[in-house]
């Protein structure tokens, strides 16, 4: 069996496994504490070299942009509503016409219906009248040749 021999201590088998086991882990772990540490100090400069002004100057730019663009939309909604009131207004007004003028057309329908009927009537009793007086006439004339009727 292996063995070897440290500061005056000797390993064998089973120990030697366990001690080679225990170095490689070390080692592993020394490598990603390194790793670590570079990745930090890597940070550490990113962080220092990060300009604070800057970014306040930035986010003050952003805010008054989105103060603009919200003032902007207050606007846009505004002047939608007053749009929407506007044309309300033009609606009621033009069903109110819409009204007024089938209430004319109407009444111009009932009063020329009325002037038919009046004048039909007054025609009918026109010629009802002057067949009245034509059968009259045609009865006296009957009547006359039928009295004499040699006389034309």
Same mark, same amino acid.
């Given at each position: !069996? &292996?063995? +070897?021999?440290? &500061?005056? !201590?000797? +390993?064998?088998? *089973?120990? !030697?496994?366990?001690?080679?086991?225990?170095?490689s882990?070390? *080692? *592993?772990?020394?490598?990603?504490a390194?790793? +670590?540490?570079? =990745?930090?100090?890597?940070?550490?400069?990113?962080?220092?070299?990060? =300009?604070?002004?800057?970014?306040? &100057?930035? $986010?003050? %730019?952003v805010?008054?942009?989105? =103060?603009?663009?919200?003032?902007?939309?207050?606007d846009? #909604?505004? *002047?939608?509503?007053?749009?929407?009131?506007?044309?309300?207004?033009?609606?009621?007004?033009a069903?109110? #016409?819409?009204? $007024? !003028?089938?209430?004319?057309?109407?009444e111009m329908?009932?009063?020329?219906?009325?002037r +038919?009927?009046?004048?039909r009537?007054?025609? %009918?009793?026109?010629?009802?009248?002057d067949?009245k007086?034509?059968?009259?006439?045609? $009865?006296?004339?009957?009547?006359?040749?039928l009295? $004499?009727?040699?006389?034309?």
């Amino acid at each position: !069996m &292996a063995e +070897f021999e440290f &500061a005056g !201590m000797t +390993f064998k088998g *089973g120990k !030697m496994a366990v001690i080679l086991t225990a170095l490689s882990t070390l *080692g *592993g772990a020394s490598w990603a504490a390194f790793e +670590f540490y570079k =990745d930090y100090m890597d940070m550490k400069e990113v962080v220092q070299n990060i =300009d604070v002004d800057a970014i306040k &100057a930035e $986010n003050a %730019i952003v805010i008054t942009k989105l =103060d603009d663009a919200i003032e902007y939309t207050r606007d846009i #909604k505004s *002047g939608l509503r007053d749009d929407i009131l506007r044309i309300e207004k033009q609606a009621d007004r033009a069903e109110d #016409k819409v009204r $007024n !003028m089938e209430e004319k057309v109407r009444e111009m329908i009932d009063k020329a219906s009325q002037r +038919f009927e009046t004048r039909r009537d007054s025609l %009918i009793s026109d010629n009802a009248r002057d067949l009245k007086d034509l059968e009259k006439r045609l $009865n006296d004339k009957i009547q006359k040749a039928l009295d $004499n009727p040699l006389a034309d």
